[in-house]
Every structure is written in structure tokens, then in C-alpha cells.
């Protein structure tokens, strides 16, 4: 009697690179400094600089909120198909 390998999900996957791409995002902007060190145009009388960063704190709040709920969505697919793989390991 022969065992078929264990098949396991890929470790990268598009999912998993869209998540990175939401977590280092906010950091090469914020290290980025030359793209944002004027002060035109301002907003609010607020100077490019300071309105700039702050409106990173707000996209990094959602691109943050993005990649985990990506994650758990593929997590419970990677808990699925596990399952999927031991039902079928049982027969």
C-alpha cells in the first residue's frame, strides 16, 4: 500500500503578497522623506509636511485593517483545506 505525499498549500500566495504589500507600504512612505519635505501645498493652513503624515496614519489604519482581514480569510481557507486533507486521509 503507497502513501501519497502530503500536499501541502503554497507558502506564498497571492493573498500573502497583497498582505505585505499593505504592511511596507506605509513604511518606504513615511521613508521616503524627500517626497514630502515641503511645506506647499498647505491644507487648512497646514503645511504639506505635517498634513501629509498624518494622512498616512489614516491610510496605514486601513491598509492595516486590509491585510488582517485578508489574513484571516486565508487562514480559515488553510483550515479548510487541512480539514479537507485529514477527512480524506480517514477514507
Known amino acids: ?29 513615511m521613508l521616503w522623506v524627500g517626497s514630502y519635505a515641503e511645506t506647499d501645498p498647505t491644507f487648512v493652513g497646514i503645511p504639506f509636511f505635517y498634513w501629509y503624515q498624518m494622512l498616512w496614519v489614516l491610510i496605514s489604519t486601513a491598509l492595516t485593517m486590509l491585510a488582517y482581514q485578508l489574513w484571516q480569510r486565508d487562514q480559515r481557507a488553510r483550515g479548510r483545506s487541512a480539514a479537507g486533507r485529514d477527512e480524506e486521509a480517514a477514507k
Open 1 to 29: 500500500m503507497s502513501e501519497t505525499p502530503e500536499v501541502r498549500p503554497p507558502v506564498v500566495t497571492p493573498a500573502r503578497v497583497v498582505i505585505a504589500l499593505c504592511l511596507v507600504t506605509p513604511f518606504v512612505a
